[in-house]
């Protein structure tokens, strides 16, 4: 092991030594999509963020297993035990069949983390696979007393749990609090308490995705999944957890109650949190028309997009800050991102050609790994590793130029390590068509338009004509303003 890698618990809201409950594996468990429409910027975050960790984890030898699962039955519209099913409406808008929904989703979110280099978890479990674990286990919290059944739906007691357990301990959320801010209970609520949560619900009639069990024919509660399914496949205790900072409350906390309820054991040894990704300064929701699609990134189809992003691009702005601060997207941003990218994969192709000069090593490669290392170790700050990188990429053009002399020893420890922590580690891909071949583009588009402004000076109309005719060909339309000829896609 290189160092020791610490990493903030949200449980003790503390940085901490990572120590694997059975060195060297570890159990991974990352919230995964529900599948009722296209992935967009807001599942980009957490999927790079845990596929760094699972790569860095893997690097220092350890031998993880990621499970990280597909939602695809019980998360109700507003993330609330009452409202229709995410996948059930889509299905029902599209006249589709649910399965039929998830499929098309889960296949469109596959392409999309291929594109963004996430690579593919150990296991990726359906909820709707896991039906009989998700009974048993409500089963067993309704046993130990946890739960009450109402109308053929099973719900969690927080009042019950709270007695005997510290409830609220991942979010600080207190039970007396959530008492104070609970609304009187409708008429038809079957719950003690509003705020506790559904294990199984009773189906309505209109309700496609059923199943029979103990209580009714019904569905499970979207919680319950990843406490069965984790516990399924990572064990009663497992290492890490992760997660959007949003599932923290009440999605996380409700899957502590339930394991601690149904085994009487902590779940999760490492809670992580990624926070969340705004635009332009507001949060990212279809509400505020700003949930671009990754695929809208990809192509620049988007109002608020000035041009196309690659994924690489998508990859490197995420990666550029730390996955516990906000991030905020603006066009600004991304180009930013963009020629940073080019840089460092610009350099990489300098560096394979780098001779090895005489008279000894001025630069310090030892050192700089160190600090690779340092940075990755603390947290994960991918942000300090990529300052570090682009001091290789200084180091890198000052050999180039004959500024600085590097020896045959030093050159390949630093084509090692850069190679390291670009691709395996960081995960960026070499080769992608980066914003230089757009910036391109947009040159050749610039220098068309002078050569027609050229020609009508010329009073060549007919050749002015055919180039509008070319670039229309193209798809690109010019519009007469008066700043001069502008130009822009159709
Ligand atoms: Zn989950």
């Known amino acids: 092991m290189?160092?020791?890698?610490?990493?903030t618990n949200s449980l003790s809201r503390k940085k901490e030594i990572f120590e694997p409950i059975a060195h060297p594996f570890v159990g991974m468990y990352v919230c995964?999509?529900?599948?009722?429409?296209?992935?967009?910027l807001g599942h980009a975050r957490p999927a790079v963020t845990f596929d760094v960790l699972?790569?860095?984890l893997e690097h220092l030898g350890y031998k993880v297993r990621y499970v990280r699962n597909i939602t695809d039955v019980g998360h109700l519209e507003n993330d609330a035990d009452e409202g229709e099913d995410k996948i059930t409406k889509k299905a029902r808008l599209e006249k589709q069949e649910p399965m039929e929904v998830v499929q098309?989703?889960?296949n469109s979110y596959h392409k999309k983390m291929d594109q963004l280099n996430v690579l593919p978890p150990s296991i990726e479990p359906h909820a709707s696979a896991h039906i009989i674990e998700q009974i048993e286990m409500a089963r067993r919290i309704l046993d130990n007393g946890y739960a009450y059944e109402k109308n053929g739906s099973v719900y969690f007691d927080i009042i019950k749990y709270?007695?005997?357990h510290p409830y609220g301990i991942l979010s600080g959320r207190k039970v007396e609090e959530l008492l104070a801010y609970t609304r009187e209970l409708e008429g038809q609520q079957e719950k003690k308490n509003t705020f506790d949560f559904a294990l199984w619900k009773k189906a309505t009639p209109e309700h496609i995705m059923r199943w029979p069990s103990p209580w009714s024919d019904?569905?499970?509660?979207?919680?319950?999944?990843?406490?069965?399914?984790?516990?399924?496949?990572?064990?009663?205790r497992f290492d890490i957890h992760g997660g959007g900072m949003d599932l923290l409350f009440p999605h996380h906390e409700s899957e502590i109650a339930q394991s601690v309820a149904a085994n009487n054991k902590m779940p999760v040894k490492y809670w992580l949190h990624n926070n969340m990704i705004t635009i332009n300064g507001q949060k990212m929701g279809k509400s505020l028309?700003?949930?671009?699609?990754?695929?809208?990134?990809?192509t620049g189809d988007h109002e608020i997009l000035d041009k196309p992003y690659g994924p690489m691009c998508i990859r490197f702005f995420i990666l550029q800050a730390h996955y516990r601060?906000?991030?905020?997207?603006?066009?600004?941003?991304?180009?930013?991102s963009g020629k940073g990218l080019d840089k460092l994969l610009a350099a990489y192709e300098t560096l394979q050609g780098l001779k090895a000069s005489g008279g000894g090593s001025s630069v310090d490669i030892d050192g700089l790994e160190r600090e690779c290392y340092g940075a990755m170790n603390d947290d994960l700050n991918t942000s300090v590793l990529i300052s570090r990188l682009f001091e290789a990429v200084r180091i890198i053009n000052s050999v180039n130029d004959g500024q600085l002399s590097i020896d045959a020893d030093a050159l390949d420890k630093l084509k090692k390590m850069y190679k390291t922590f670009v691709f395996d580690i960081l995960g960026l891909l070499p080769g992608e068509e980066t914003k230089s071949k757009d910036d391109l583009s947009d040159k050749l588009i610039e220098s068309m338009l002078s050569l027609r402004q050229q020609a009508r000076q010329n009073k060549d109309y007919d050749t002015a004509d055919s180039i509008r005719k070319t670039l229309e060909g193209l798809g690109i339309i010019l519009k007469d303003t008066r700043e001069g000829v502008k130009w822009e896609l159709k």
């Open 2 to 7: 290189k160092n020791k890698l610490h990493i």
């Open 32 to 40: 995964g999509p529900t599948v009722y429409g296209d992935a967009h």
């Open 54 to 56: 699972y790569r860095y």
């Open 104 to 106: 098309f989703y889960a």
């Open 162 to 164: 709270n007695t005997d």
């Open 218 to 236: 019904g569905y499970p509660g979207w919680h319950l999944e990843c406490s069965a399914m984790g516990a399924k496949y990572l064990g009663d």
């Open 289 to 298: 028309g700003n949930a671009v699609t990754l695929e809208q990134f990809f």
């Open 325 to 336: 601060s906000t991030l905020d997207f603006s066009n600004e941003a991304l180009q930013a």
